[in-house]
Nanobody, 128 residues
Framework: DVQLVESGGGSVQAGGSLRLSCAVS????????LGWFRQASGKEREWVGS?????????ADFVKGRFAISKDNAKNGNTLYLQMNSLKPEDTAMYYC?????????????????????WGQGTQVTVS
C-alpha cells in the first residue's frame, strides 16, 4: 500500500524558509505524479505544485520563484521535498503531499486534489 508521511513543518517569521519532506513508500516514485497541496483554515485545499514522472515541475502562480519541488529516489526510500523561501503570512496552512499513479502514461500532473489517490496526514506551516 502507498503511504505518504510529511515532516518539516513549523513556525517561521515572514521572509524565512522551511523545507518540507514527504516520505513516499512506493517501489518506484518515478511512476507517480507527486504533488504538494495546502489548506488554510476555512478554505479549500489548493494545489501548490507537482513533479511529474519525467521530473518536470509545475507551480501555482502564487509560489513561483519562491517554492521549489524536488524528489530523491534513494535506494532506501523515496522522498519528496518542498523548499519554501520568502515565506509570507498568507502561506500559513496545513501542507499535504499527494500521489497519483501514472506508470507509462506520463503526462502533466493534475492540479485538482480529487484526482490524487494517496495523501499524507499533513504538516502545519505557520508564518507570522
Amino acid at each position: 500500500d502507498v503511504q505518504l508521511v510529511e515532516s518539516g513543518g513549523g513556525s517561521v517569521q515572514a521572509g524565512g524558509s522551511l523545507r518540507l519532506s514527504c516520505a513516499v513508500s512506493v517501489s518506484s516514485a518515478n511512476d507517480y505524479c507527486l504533488g504538494w497541496f495546502r489548506q488554510a483554515s476555512g478554505k479549500e485545499r489548493e494545489w501548490v505544485g507537482s513533479i511529474g514522472t519525467d521530473g518536470t515541475t509545475r507551480y501555482a502562480d502564487f509560489v513561483k520563484g519562491r517554492f521549489a519541488i524536488s524528489k530523491d529516489n534513494a535506494k532506501n526510500g523515496n522522498t519528496l521535498y518542498l523548499q519554501m523561501n520568502s515565506l509570507k503570512p498568507e502561506d500559513t496552512a496545513m501542507y499535504y503531499c499527494a500521489a497519483l499513479w501514472r506508470g507509462l502514461a506520463g503526462g502533466s500532473c493534475p492540479v485538482v486534489a480529487a484526482q490524487y489517490n494517496y495523501w499524507g496526514q499533513g504538516t502545519q506551516v505557520t508564518v507570522s
